[in-house]
């Protein structure tokens, strides 16, 4: 079992930046494969970005150069840095656990998620 509490969203103005934490609990935090997800209103949810055990990562092409997704293993937290943020990047964010399947990366534990709102 694995618990996970995201951090940081609010209310920010288009073209502003935030920073969003997931803390994560109950299971070794370093061997996991960690996401970040959005569900905006009426809007399936996305995949945003992914980060492995050691630190590689891989992107949604529709946050790519704007988004950074990062980890650090000693407090057992991940982060999504978002920069130049967009009227459209209204949603709200989880984090998620994730592993690989034959059909691709699924996720098995999810955070209750953090709203972000930005203004136009």
């Known amino acids: 079992q694995v618990q996970l509490v995201e951090s940081g969203g609010g209310l920010v103005q288009a073209g502003g930046s935030l920073r969003l934490s997931c803390a994560a609990s109950?299971?070794?935090?370093?061997?996991?494969?960690m996401g970040w997800f959005r569900q905006a209103p009426g809007k399936e949810r996305e995949f945003l970005a992914r980060v492995f055990s050691r630190g590689s990562t891989t992107y949604a092409d529709s946050v790519k150069g704007r988004f950074t997704i990062s980890r650090d293993n000693a407090e057992n937290t991940v982060y999504l840095q978002m920069r130049s943020l967009k009227p459209e990047d209204t949603a709200v964010y989880y984090c998620?656990?994730?592993?690989?399947?034959?059909?691709?990366?699924?996720?098995?534990?999810w955070g209750h998620g953090t709203q972000v709102t930005v203004s136009s």
């Open positions: 998620a656990v994730q592993r690989w399947a034959s059909s691709g990366y699924v996720s098995d534990y």
């Open positions: 109950g299971r070794t935090f370093s061997t996991l494969i």
